[in-house]
């Protein structure tokens, strides 16, 4: 199993990123997915999941400013952020639901 996400960098406060995940070495289509995050000095923190069949669910405190997505047809999934907080900033990472694995992360800082 690999799993690369990219997509991090400095944002302002309000503004916006979109991470993206590329996954291998396992069968992307019918595998849920999801984005975890680990401040600094902070344990890892579940972000939103995505089911093989496209049900998705959030944290609250993403909730109507976060979407998760996937595109089966390039073995890819996405986090769309949008209104970033301070409180976001953090290493975001994509894991492979049944096993757990993940991959290297992004990091994402929100400051003015």
């Known amino acids: 199993v690999q799993l690369q996400a990219s997509g991090g960098g400095l944002v302002q406060p309000g503004g916006s990123l979109r991470l993206s995940c590329a996954a291998s070495?396992?069968?992307?289509?019918?595998?849920?997915m999801h984005w975890l995050r680990q401040a600094p000095g902070k344990g890892p923190e579940w972000v939103s999941l995505i089911l093989a069949d496209g049900t998705t669910s959030y944290k609250d405190s993403v909730k109507g400013r976060f979407t998760i997505s996937r595109d089966n047809s390039k073995n890819t999934l996405y986090l769309q952020m949008n209104n970033l907080k301070p409180e976001d900033t953090a290493v975001y990472y994509c894991?492979?639901?049944?096993?757990?694995?993940r991959g290297q992360g992004t990091q994402v800082t929100v400051s003015s």
């Open positions: 894991v492979m639901t049944e096993t757990n694995q």
């Open positions: 070495g396992f069968t992307f289509p019918t595998s849920a």
